[in-house]
């Protein structure tokens, strides 16, 4: 079974400086999908971000990057230029080639004005 | 277009009775799925449900059932509640089975307390 590791349980950072969530991964599948996802307090979940195993290209979407290291396992969130409406609960998630999508504990992320 | 729409959003319940909760996907999305979200266990992967069938299960107890109905709508129910079903529960739909496209789009889930 695949398992999703994030160690940060909580992180800070001051408004407009940049920060890094860290995610690792255990599986033996080589095609999967990876995911970080964003609970804002009392708010739904969105996606903040996806990217597919067989890509090398880290994805990118505005303040948002990750880097993909498939051979360690490893997918890391990079925020850039944060802002207050990124406080949030983060989730790294990996989906198997089941469709089934497994969550880490998650990080709490607070911005410091 | 509205979102996912979850129901009730709060209730309380006491040991041994049963719940039923509700989801409505967004107009179009096929494929229901459902989560389990504490403190201590984070998010856990309970079913989830296509075209009225249930395609991927967790590993949760049989006392957790779920059923997916022709409008896509969904609901799950728990039985003989424990004072550990206490969570949110969190639906989330998609447009194709398992979230092909990677998102899953979440309702605000509903909020359990077993007294």
């Known amino acids: 079974a695949q398992t999703v590791t994030q160690s940060q349980p909580e992180m800070s950072v001051q408004e407009a400086e940049t920060v890094t969530l860290s995610c690792t991964y255990d599986?033996?599948?080589?095609?999967?999908?990876l995911f970080w996802y964003k609970q804002p307090p009392s708010r739904q979940m969105i996606l903040v971000i996806r990217?597919?195993?067989?890509?090398?290209q880290n994805a990118t979407e505005n303040r948002f990057s990750v880097n993909f290291q498939k051979a360690a396992k490893s997918f890391s969130l990079k925020i850039s230029d944060s802002q207050l409406g990124d406080a949030a609960m983060y989730f790294c998630?990996?989906?198997?080639?089941?469709?089934?999508?497994?969550f880490g504990t998650g990080t709490r992320l607070t911005i410091i004005p | 277009k509205a979102g996912v729409t979850q129901t009730p959003r709060y209730l309380i319940k006491t040991r041994g009775q049963q719940v039923t909760l509700s989801c409505s996907p967004i107009?179009?999305?096929?494929?229901v799925s459902w989560y389990q979200q504490t403190p201590g266990q984070g998010l856990q992967f309970l079913f989830e449900?296509?075209?009225?069938?249930?395609?991927n299960k967790g590993n949760f107890p049989g006392r957790f059932s779920g059923r997916q109905f022709s409008n896509s709508r969904s609901e799950m129910n728990v039985s003989t509640l424990e004072l550990g079903d206490s969570a949110l529960y969190l639906c989330?739909?998609?447009?194709?089975?398992?979230?092909?496209?990677?998102?899953?789009?979440f309702g605000e889930g509903s909020r359990l307390t077993v007294l």
């Open positions: 449900y296509f075209s009225e069938t249930q395609r």
């Open positions: 989330a739909s998609s447009l194709v089975q398992g979230a092909d496209t990677g998102e899953l789009f």
């Open positions: 599986t033996s599948e080589s095609d999967y999908y």
């Open positions: 990217q597919e195993a067989y890509k090398q």
């Open positions: 107009s179009g999305h096929r494929s």
């Open positions: 998630a990996y989906r198997s080639a089941s469709k089934k999508l497994t």
